[in-house]
């Protein structure tokens, strides 16, 4: 056998162990990086974790940190009142000029220039549609179409759960595959039922993140004794605040809705964005549905 290229379990293996880091690193973008640490959760002694994350991630441990924190500064100078310093330091930066020359370097302008290009108009009124209910049925609030000017908006506290995922690095529209194989792992694991619910988690803004390294995981709940495989990961998603609208149409014009919450009620709710991911919920399947009467429950966490 070729050495040069390893067997399929041991590939398999790789893809879960870097895994296991991306998803600590998004939960913990805030805590300072050990490598060693990082090395230690994916059971690769140091020397070869630097080289194995770079080969697959295709950026360094602090390339792929640092961007991932000038992205979140970027969403939420769009999203948000907070001070150019303040997010300097929340990304990693002990001043403001050198926040200013690595977010130019990414973004080609200032920070505050890019506020000044990105930021919506504020709102005239607080909207009256947004109703303060934990379960709201769907038949009681009018889906989101592409085109409309007005959104219904409810507030929905989510339980935490138990997932099973696969990730997706690439532009969102190219997710389709990324969805045959975790149904093609779950199937026969029996882990498809009439409790199953398939959503995904959004966490990059294509506007924001190059395409190619936009995240996406297509995920199902799961007991808790489903354990991960290779490319298929099993973690706990937490629970909190979501702002939920229904968007009718196909995926392809979801960014339309994000738009909408984001640019047009988020402003005049009051209430700010939490760090992602957003969770889109399927709730029709697509293989039998008309692509103009889909609908998805597209949900932004609130802090």
């Excluded at 969403?75 to 929340?90: C, G, I, N, P, Y």
């Excluded at 409790?195 to 390294?213: C, E, H, I, M, N």
């Excluded at 998603?237 to 047009?264: C, F, I, K």
Aim: charged share 20%; proline share 10%.
């Amino acid at each position: 056998m070729d050495s040069a290229h390893p067997r399929p379990a041991t590939a398999r293996d790789y893809q879960e162990r870097i895994l296991r880091v991306l998803v600590f690193i998004q939960s913990h973008l805030d805590d300072a990086v050990s490598l060693d640490d990082l090395a230690a959760l994916s059971h690769f002694s140091p020397f070869h974790f630097h080289r194995v994350f770079r080969g697959m991630v295709g950026e360094s441990v602090m390339e792929h940190v640092r961007r991932l924190r000038l992205e979140r500064s970027a969403l939420r100078l769009k999203t948000s009142d907070e001070q150019v310093v303040h997010l300097a330091f929340e990304a990693g930066y002990e001043t403001h000029e050198a926040f200013t020359r690595a977010f130019h370097a990414m973004f080609g302008m200032s920070p505050s220039d890019y506020r000044r290009q990105n930021r919506p108009p504020a709102p005239a009124a607080a909207p009256s549609n947004v109703h303060y209910t934990p379960d709201h049925p769907l038949n009681q609030f009018q889906p989101v179409r592409p085109g409309d000017s007005a959104m219904d908006v409810r507030l929905e506290t989510f339980s935490p759960q138990h997932i099973a995922f696969v990730r997706h690095v690439g532009p969102y529209e190219q997710v389709g595959q990324t969805w045959s194989k975790l149904m093609s792992w779950a199937g026969p694991r029996g882990l498809l039922g009439p409790q199953t619910r398939p959503f995904g988690l959004s966490y990059d803004d294509p506007a924001v993140t190059p395409p190619d390294k936009v995240r996406y995981d297509a995920c199902i709940n799961v007991g808790p004794a489903a354990r991960a495989e290779g490319e298929v990961g099993v973690r706990d998603l937490p629970g909190g605040e979501y702002a939920v609208a229904v968007h009718r149409g196909s995926y392809d014009r979801l960014n339309e809705t994000y738009a909408m919450l984001y640019g047009q009620w988020l402003p005049a709710s009051g209430r700010r964005p939490a760090d992602p991911p957003s969770i889109e919920r399927y709730l029709n399947d697509p293989r039998m549905t008309p692509p103009e009467q889909l609908l998805t429950e597209v949900c932004i966490p609130l802090a």
